[in-house]
């Protein structure tokens, strides 16, 4: 599946960004879909992801609370809802996806198959 990210900019610490990742002609319902983010000099880490069976959501320990992770009701686009922004967590963050995807993995880069370009969020203090 090919993924388009979109909605990042330049926001002061405190404010809030809603990134988008958009599947091109087809449905996101059947996909694990992730959302990564890789700060300059830094690795890529995991950031939130939801499942394709249920809708379950996880998050990485250092937003949550202040990130949600949703997709729309056509199943064709996922969102992060990006609150309380530090600076930080300036980065480029890139969403993924991958079907059959277990519970164990889906922290792991490494473990999706579709990427999106990514999309830069530049949280100022």
């Known amino acids: 599946v090919q993924l388009q990210a979109s909605g990042g900019g330049s926001v002061q610490a405190g404010g809030s960004l809603r990134l988008s990742c958009a599947a091109s002609?087809?449905?996101?319902?059947?996909?694990?879909v992730a959302w990564f983010r890789q700060a300059p000099g830094k690795e890529r880490e995991f950031v939130a992801a939801i499942r394709e069976s249920g809708g379950a959501t996880v998050y990485a320990d250092y937003v949550k609370g202040r990130f949600t992770i949703s997709r729309d009701n056509a199943k064709t686009t996922v969102f992060l809802q990006m609150n309380r922004l530090k600076p930080e967590e300036t980065a480029v963050y890139s969403c993924a996806a991958r079907r059959g995807l277990i519970l164990s993995a889906l922290r792991s880069s490494n473990e999706y198959r579709s990427w999106g370009q990514g999309t830069l969020v530049t949280v100022s203090s």
């Open positions: 002609g087809r449905t996101l319902s059947t996909y694990t």
